[in-house]
């Protein structure tokens, strides 16, 4: 279990929010992420984003897992969703030892498009308003707004 | 994911149905494709029409099954992909790298001369 201190979200900015963890294993990541979408709307039904944040929960919890864990099913990711009128934030924080994201190479570029991998990040920061890593790049934060927020 | 393969003359046709990303999806979609490869087999045609999403690590396994098959002087050609994974894919830039056909005849067909007479 990861040691580290706990994450809050501002209850203010985020009313509905729910703390979500899974195994380092790739048979975890799908029934997370449908468990977190059905979170989400219940919160916003019919917020419009569906398909942007399920596709985005897959890639950060397969980056998690695949990067994060090594693949190890005694490590864990831990997740935190928060719903409001700001929309939905997401934080997926692994226990591997980081990576420098400003390192990843464009999968535009000519050798990008014949390579097998190094798609996941590009693909999250297309489908949500706003992505970063904190904690040395161990801590993924990414948003989407909602019309009318959650 | 359901993966249904038929044989069209020298094309093998993959007829996908559910999610396709990590986990047991890839593991399988790279299995069979690998096995075909295997035995000699280039020319495939994956049908998408049953797809409702595709993540990264499903993309890059079409692009190594592309790769390969290309070196071995067939292709990968896709059929029919869902609204949402034809996003994706466009999202990604890939769809110059792969021809997109309506139907499997189709094609099959786009594979030359020499399988037209049983495609």
Redesign the interface.
């Known amino acids: 279990m990861d040691a580290t201190p706990k994450l809050a979200l501002d209850r203010a900015q985020y009313p509905n929010q729910r703390e979500f963890q899974l195994a380092g294993s ?2 975890a ?2 029934p997370v992420v449908d468990q977190i979408t059905a979170f989400i709307a219940d919160a916003s039904p019919a917020h419009g984003a569906e ?1 942007e944040v ?2 985005a929960l ?2 950060a919890l ?1 980056n998690a897992v ?1 990067h994060g864990c090594k693949g190890d099913a005694s490590k864990t990711v831990l997740v935190w969703v928060g719903c409001g009128t700001a929309g939905v934030i997401v934080i997926v924080r692994d226990p591997g030892p980081g990576f420098n994201p400003a390192g990843i190479a464009d ?2 570029s000519d050798d990008g ?5 190094g ?2 990040v ?2 999250m920061r ?2 949500m308003d706003d992505v970063h890593y904190e904690r040395n790049g161990t801590e993924l934060h990414m948003r989407k707004k909602f019309a009318g927020g959650c | 994911m359901d993966i249904s393969t038929r044989r069209v003359g020298q094309v093998d046709v993959l007829r996908l149905k559910g999610a396709f990303r990590l986990g047991d999806a890839v593991d399988q979609f790279r299995s069979q494709t690998e096995s075909l490869l295997h035995d000699g087999d280039s020319q495939l045609v994956i049908n998408l029409s049953e797809v409702p999403m595709m993540d990264s690590s499903a993309i890059g396994m079409l692009v190594r099954l592309m790769t390969s098959a290309k070196a071995n002087g067939g292709g990968v050609k896709l059929v029919s992909p869902t609204k949402l994974v034809m996003q994706t894919l466009k999202m990604v830039g890939l769809l110059n790298i792969f021809e997109v056909f309506d139907d499997d005849t189709r094609a099959v067909s786009s594979f030359g001369e020499a399988n037209s007479a049983t495609g």
């Open positions: 790739t048979d990541i799908a398909f399920a596709l897959q890639e397969a695949v999968p535009l498009l014949e390579r097998d991998h798609r996941g590009h693909m297309q489908l």
